[in-house]
């Protein structure tokens, strides 16, 4: 494939792998063709993961390095996503600069849509989108930015609140100055005469012919070769199902298959047209032709629009998707319920096939014979009196492939509204499109109305019964999903019916699709003191320190370290059974393959078989004994990593299973299987409390757990000195401290042989901890052994199955309140799902019972959790650790009071919350004074009173459509309540020119902590920013580092930067006061003239906290950032989609030592919370495997997914005493305000459920996906849905915790 092309062999490495199946876009590049017909260029983005090396014949490609450098010119595209700070973690950055370019090359002035379509396939784990919209936001045209409420230079002028970023210095967008397309390569496309090509590679033979004869001949010679042209279904079968195909053949140059005829009953399109080209197409069909016409196109326009991200759709082609034959093709259904036909060749002549259920036989299946070459696509106009739907249902809303997706067609009688045919087909419900032919005779000859659309229901119920253990899940929902889109096609239809014959009566309100125009939003901090030197830079928004060449591609990031000399590749080997004993490990088939140097298995580690965090000890190969599957078993060393592959594909263990493994905490709890210690905590009387309160009520919340899909998977590579047993690493971790003493003991050697080095992170959210020191230490045995380099870079989907993710809890409580809303006694019992090894998860527990009670003063209070020991993967520390769970279950807790009592929720979290100095459950005094100033400003900046009543009287005009609102605050305590963790040390060096080497024990992982201690630096140091390097991160400068974790980074870093500052500042006063008007440089020459150290050491012994579980009490944080949010959501009841609408956030984090780079987080954060609570599934099969691998199964938020419009406040007037210059650690809490987004699903759904009747708690639980939601809002549909009956069968996935 191109990536690796260009990865290794051009050493051309910012084009980025994130999932290898076109899913992430990290891997964006733009291809340009010249088209001899129209003597034009043709410039599209796409994935290089996905685009085989071979197609690219006469192609320009052009990838991140070839726009700009800075090294000569950065490109405005660049540069703009850098200013704009979206740049964090820069992984996503080259991808994203790619799919903007190629916009930029087509339509340089493009529209907020042109960019929101650009970007739908790049997916950024980090930054919450916002900045990236709004950094490429400036290349609109004018009028599509009027109006907004940012980056108007005027308004410095006009005194308003300063900006993020300054618009007026941007680099201006000169398309004349672009990348020509290489004349040459013209010139061959017109003069060279086009010839068939071979390629003969190790295992493939590539044979790309030019004209339909020879297509026809070599089809007719090799029939079970598959005509290769997007690459999207053969490539990822190849790649992640092991398809093998000897000849693949790959028609691109056939013009015929490119050609589009036009006739007056239709447009025949050629089947290997891209999406990209048919939707551009029939957009064009729409314009032109009669409305009456142009059904079928536009109900393929509304599906096309969906398919993928843009770069799929650039290079997909249209009889790919059809003869894929997927289940849940979306172009099928509509392909085949308008009647199309296909135009199919082969040496037997030529044919026409009606697209329909004979056609499309089975999963993947059509009837196509092996030799038959789909030529052409015809779809007809419609006809007057004809209608058509396209409706599907996704987990995402955007680049998803649809649970259930449909084509609708009706043609009445002229004049009436009496069916005369009726057409109806659904993908998602079977293992191909599904026609629903008993459902369309039912209504023929009959008006069409809600007697008939009722009997129809019925019909279609029993038409289409999916077995509950259907592949892919959903059952119950799928089966409501049919009824439910054939209601709102039936919406759409009484709209037209009334327009064209006054029959019916209107109901517009369900047929308006959801709102998806993003406005600009606004960012709001303070600004800094007057007076301040403008050399000093703490408290301004300074960008990124590399965002820049993040956005150029140079950024390295560990696999972009070039291959050393000799250099191994290690894959890894794990189990394929959750619970077994290992009899036997046979390599020697692995041992075989060409290239594979080793197979490394537990009795190769020469020191400590364990790793030991905290404590607790953890395999790191399994020996006799295997817990879940994906644990690691043994590891494959070859010299390219296909040969480790394919060694490790056939190394053979032999099990003997253990019986009944543990996988749900529901199991763990009846086999008693925890980690020990369990926690308890209490404050009052809780037994007493519940005799005396007005009311009990008992309730619960499942919580599922959350992939940390950083964009760049764990890598790491070991090299081998040579001499004196030293390794150097190089790895993508948070803790490079733990990697080094882990690999040190692993091998027997002392830790000052071990150094490591971590450059940058490519996003880590607390996956980088424990895990990849495991691994690093796998790779470490392999190159002890070998004496060769090794590098371990994880696939995507080995990373999701090995690494864990966040634990999924299932909480429970007892409530007792009074009448008028007072808290008075809550029990809470949480059981984290913990998976086969202890890991952080005790820990976890721990910060789940410190935060339960969140913002409230319960007087009587009582928690308790347990880690539930499983057999499923070892989950970890995430981004919150704990207390996203945590506090969940407290406000779902405060929800079903405010249900009981008929209240909103917002009047019970105010009545009940802390007021005044207070002391938390565990006897920690503090002052809610900010978090209270938070709510009240949340409120007041999301006009809240104004809104919550314009969402009600929305809802009583809407049947289908319901608004809700959620306000939800935030307490979360900051530092490890372990206190030797609150250490941290720097190392700083000023050399004699002047400029400054930097060194802390922070990690750089996108968050900005090297941002920030340049500031530092800069302010102690009084001088500017531009004199200051920070360096890699090293075991070898900085030594005994703590974790990069617990938004401690910046707190406990920063302050030994400093001290290391203030000691050379100290130092050179004496040549200051020498010399008062001297320069930096000057003082720093005469300094070591006169023998004055240069170099000092910083140390940060932080604070001494603790937790006395015993006492039950302690001081287990530095202090509290407090935060509240606001999120205003609109739902689609039929469907269970919504929308955000909007989102306020207000934040206390003190004085900010750099607003861009805080608003960054709290925005990113924000954003990763919402995919927690509304949208990512892990789903594991019934024997515990994970089925969720990649992007294509697990569903992050996209662009589509951001509040359209997000305002964030950094509360104003703050001061913490107990941080760097009275900042606050912000990198976590802000997560758990996504459930703002959750709870105001909450509330859509209880309007929903009101008007049906219903009133009262209900069970929601997280995340509350479109399934979850539309289930329950308890429509009509979902009632007719028969429930599968417990027990009664084997369920597809697991219903995890
Ligand atoms: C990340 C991603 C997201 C996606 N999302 C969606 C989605 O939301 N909705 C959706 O419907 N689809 C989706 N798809 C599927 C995608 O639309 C199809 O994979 C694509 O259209 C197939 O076209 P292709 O040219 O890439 O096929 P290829 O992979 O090149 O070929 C696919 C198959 O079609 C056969 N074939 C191709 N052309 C012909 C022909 N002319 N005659 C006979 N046989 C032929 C080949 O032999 C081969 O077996 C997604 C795919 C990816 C990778
Ligand atoms: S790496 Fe190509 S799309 Fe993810
Ligand atoms: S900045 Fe986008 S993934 Fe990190």
Known sequence: ?????????????????????????????????????????????????????????????????????????????????????????????????MSMYTLLRNTPQPTMEDIREALGGNLCRCT????????????????????????????????????????????????????????????????????????????????SPVS?????????????????????????????????????????RVQELFAVTRTAQGVYIGAGCSLSVVKALLEGLVQELPEEKTEIYRALLQQLGNVGGQQIRNVASIGGNIVSAYPNSDLNPVLAAGSCKLSVVSKGGRKEILLNKDFLVGFGKTSLKPDEIVLSVFIPVSRKWEFMGALRQAPRKENALATVTSG?????????????????????VGPCTVSASRTFFLPTNRPWNEQTLSEAYTVLLDEISLSPSHPGGKVDFRRSLTLSLLFKFNLQIL???????????????????????????????????????????????????????????????????????????????????????????????????????????SKDIPGKKFRTFTGVDEELLAENEVSCVGQMVCAVIADTREQAKRGAAVVKIHYEDLPEPVFTVEEAMEKKSYFQPQRTIERGNVTQAFEEVDQVYEGEIRLGGQEHFYMETQSMVVVPSGEDRELRVYLSCQHPTYAQESIAETLGIPSNRVSCHVKRVGGAFGGKVTKTSAIACITSVAAWRSGRAVRCVLERGEDMLITGARHPVLGRYKVGFMNDGKIIAADLHYYANSGNTADESVLVVEKVLLHLDNAYNVPNLRGHSVACKTNLPSNTAFRGFGVPQSMLVTENMINDVAMKLGRNAEEIREINMYKEVSLTHYKFQFDPKNLLRCWDECKEKSDYDSRRQAAGEFNQKNRWKKRGLAVIPIKYGIAFSEGFLNQAASLVHIYKDGSVLVSHGGTEMGQGIHTKMQQVASRELHIPTSFIHITETSTSAVPNTC???????????????????????????????????????????????????????????????????????????AYFTYGACCSEVEVDCLSGDYR???????????????????????????????????????????????????????????ICDIPLQFNVYLLSDSDNPHAIYSSKGIGEPVLFLGSSVFFAIKDAVAAARAEAGMDGPFTLDSPATPERTCLACNTDFTQKIPPSRPGSFKPWALNIP
């Open 1 to 97: 494939m191109l990536l690796s092309y260009l990865r290794d062999r051009l050493r051309l490495t910012g084009t980025k792998y994130g999932c290898g199946g076109g899913g992430c876009g990290a891997c964006t590049v733009m291809v340009s063709r010249y088209q001899p017909g129209t003597k034009t260029i043709l410039h599209y983005s796409a994935n290089a993961c996905l685009l085989p090396v071979c197609q690219l014949q006469g192609a320009a490609v052009t990838t991140v390095e070839g726009i700009g450098s800075t090294k000569t010119r950065v490109h405005p595209v660049q540069e703009r996503i850098a200013r704009a700070h979206g740049s964090q973690c820069g992984f996503c950055t080259p991808g994203m600069v």
């Open 495 to 601: 709209h037209k019916l009334w327009e064209m014959v006054r029959t019916g009566s209107l109901l517009v309100h369900g047929i308006r699709p959801l709102p998806n125009q993003l406005q600009p939003g606004i960012q709001v901090f303070q600004p800094v003191v007057n007076g301040q030197s403008v050399d000093d830079q703490v408290g301004r928004p300074v960008m990124h320190h590399s965002a820049i060449s993040q956005a150029t591609g140079e950024a390295v990031y560990c696999d972009d370290i070039p291959k050393t000399d000799g250099e191994l590749h290690l894959v890894l080997v794990t189990s394929t059974r959750p619970h077994a004993k290992i009899r036997g490990i046979d390599v020697t088939e692995a041992l075989q393959v060409p290239g594979v140097v080793d197979v490394i298995t």
């Open 1043 to 1117: 974790p990069s974790a617990a938004s401690f980074g910046t707190d406990a870093n920063g302050m030994a930067v400093k001290n290391a500052c203030e000691t050379l500042y100290r130092r050179l006063e004496p040549v200051r006061k020498q010399n008062p008007t001297g320069t930096w440089e000057s003082w720093v020459k005469k300094a070591f003239l006169q023998k004055i150290s240069l170099s000092a050491t910083g140390y940060y012994r932080g604070h001494d906290l603790y937790m006395d579980w015993e006492k039950q009490e302690g001081q287990p944080y």
């Open 212 to 252: 339909l004869d020879e297509l026809i001949q070599l089809k007719a010679d090799h029939p079970q070769a598959p005509l290769v042209i997007g690459n999207t279904n053969i490539g990822p079968d190849i790649k992640f199902k092991g398809a093998l195909h000897p000849i693949i053949i790959s028609p691109t």
């Open 128 to 207: 919450g989108y916002r900045p990236i919209v709004d950094g490429f936001r400036t290349f609109c045209q004018i009028s599509s930015f009027q109006g907004s409420s940012f980056y108007c230079p005027a308004c410095v002028f006009q005194g308003l609140p300063p900006q993020l970023f300054d618009q007026g210095d941007l680099l201006p967008l000169d398309p004349t100055q672009e990348l020509i397309f290489p004349p040459e390569l013209i010139l061959m496309a017109q003069t060279e005469p086009q010839m068939s090509q071979r390629f003969i590679g190790e295992n493939i033979v590539w044979i």
């Open 1140 to 1198: 955000t609408v909007r989102t306020d956030i207000v934040t206390d984090i003190g004085r900010s030592i750099n607003p861009s780079v805080d608003i960054g987080q709290i925005e990113g954060s924000f954003i990763q919370g919402l995919g927690l609570y509304t949208m990512e599934e892990l789903q594991f099969s019934p024997s515990g495997v994970l089925l969720t691998r990649g992007p294509s199964q697990y569903k992050i938020p996209a």
């Open 408 to 428: 609708i067609r009706v043609m009445f009688t002229e004049g009436s509204s009496v069916v005369k045919e009726l057409s109806i087909c659904y993908g998602g």
